[in-house]
């Protein structure tokens, strides 16, 4: 029989090259893949014709370039392949900021808060009734006045008349004590050449006459004295600078006396109270006259006031228990009209209280103070917890005492904190410790 040029069913034809792989798993699946392709039923075009030789040498030429290729990636991938890369425990520490610290010097400053009242509030009562006829621009809420400054004025002229009418009865009342003294002389010296060397009886000198006379004359006097201080008082005025809160006075308005048609306070009575806890007050012993800072915020600009505080109030708030501490406002005449001026009642104001001055504390951020009080050192790059002495605790800023010379601290709130825990650092660029 000829020769077809077609493997016998079941043969394997071994391949040589630089990536055979001896391997009895991937022989096994090569000689089943040959098997199925040799098996195969040629096209019916007759027995042993050339084209179905050509078929066959080329679909083993297929396959032997398939594996072929597979073995060269697979060689390939198996030269090229590298161990996984075991990272460093830095690269997974957490990223923190910290601050480097050394003891200083720090004076205590106590800051609180409260809002601005007067201490007394002065009503716009008028002593005599009458007509307004003329107003000031003062007299409507928020207007500033200076002491003795006419506010309104009260029609006058019947002020005035009866100025003159009490005027002439002063004059009267002399001239008929005047008269009763001179009859009163005369009786003595007549009594004296009837009856020589006997006194004069009162009678008869007058002297009740004149004692009664002197008495109208006073009164008299009085009537005009006062005649004259209700026509000052048609021209109402306060004794001290102050601002108008309310006012319902209109010129043209009958107002009687003794009727409030306003209120006003005085500059000099504006203070602040101040709510501090028994752990703050102990650094501002004694409390009277107590150097303080107030700053605010009002009409759009920025306002600072030097002022000290003046006494302690009477009693402690009912809920924190705290003291109030007074602190007053400086009077127009010590501080810049702008500054104390300014200021109302019902402006909330921050204020800071300087106390001592502290040698060898460390001043750390509030933020870095655990809740326990403790603080988490950063030594080698690892947390130590430290629970230092503290000292004083600000909004911003608390001093402390026990810390090692110098020491690094974290500032950061890193959940999940842990002793020996590792950690990377950055300073933090917001706060700096330097010895003063």
Request: no cysteine.
């Amino acid at each position: 029989m000829e020769r077809t040029g077609k493997p016998a069913p079941g043969a394997w034809w071994r391949l040589d090259g630089p990536g055979r792989k001896d391997t009895a798993g991937r022989d096994q699946s090569m000689r089943r893949m040959f098997d199925a392709l040799t098996t195969s039923e040629p096209h019916q075009n007759g027995d042993g014709s050339p084209r179905d030789k050509v078929t066959g040498r080329l679909q083993l030429v297929l396959v032997i370039a398939f594996i072929l290729f597979a073995l060269l990636l697979s060689s390939l991938l198996s030269s090229t392949s590298r161990a996984p890369r075991i990272a460093a425990e830095d690269e997974f520490s957490p990223l923190v900021a910290s601050l480097k610290v050394q003891p200083v010097t720090r004076q205590i400053e106590i800051t609180g808060s409260g809002a601005v009242k007067a201490r007394v509030t002065v009503g716009i009562v008028p002593q005599v009734q009458g007509r307004i006829t003329s107003l000031s621009a003062a007299m409507q809420p928020g207007g500033e006045f200076v002491a003795d400054e006419a506010l309104f004025q009260i029609e006058a002229t019947d002020f005035e008349l009866e100025v003159e009418r009490l005027k002439s009865e002063v004059a009267s009342a002399r001239t008929a004590l005047q008269l009763e003294e001179a009859e009163g002389i005369a009786a003595t010296r007549e009594w004296e050449a009837i009856n020589p060397g006997e006194s004069v009886p009162d009678l008869v000198a007058r002297k009740p006459q004149i004692r009664d006379k002197k008495a109208a004359l006073t009164a008299a006097e009085a009537r005009w004295a006062t005649a004259k201080l209700n026509l000052e008082r048609t021209t109402f005025s306060l004794p001290f600078t102050g601002r108008v809160v309310t006012s319902n006075i209109e010129r043209g308005q009958f107002v009687a006396a003794g009727q409030s048609f306003g209120t006003a306070y005085p500059l000099d009575a504006l203070e602040v109270a101040v709510p501090l806890a028994d752990t703050d007050l102990k650094w501002l012993q004694p409390l009277d006259n107590v150097s303080a800072t107030i700053t605010t915020s009002y009409l759009g600009r920025d306002v600072t006031i030097n002022a000290a505080s003046i006494r302690v109030g009477a009693e402690l708030d009912a809920r924190t228990r705290f003291a109030n501490v007074i602190v007053s406002l400086p009077s127009i005449k010590e501080e810049e009209p702008n500054a104390a001026a300014s200021l109302v009642p019902g402006v909330f104001v921050t204020v800071t209280f300087k106390g001592p001055a502290l040698d060898n504390v460390f001043a750390l951020p509030t933020s870095a103070i655990q809740e326990n009080g403790t603080v988490w050192l950063i030594e080698e790059g690892r947390l130590k917890e430290a629970k230092p002495d503290i000292v004083q605790t600000g909004p911003s800023e608390t001093l402390v005492r026990g810390l090692e010379n110098p020491s690094e601290v974290m500032t950061s709130h890193l959940a999940g904190s842990l002793e020996g825990m590792s950690v990377r650092t950055q300073r933090d660029p917001a706060s700096t410790n330097t010895a003063e």
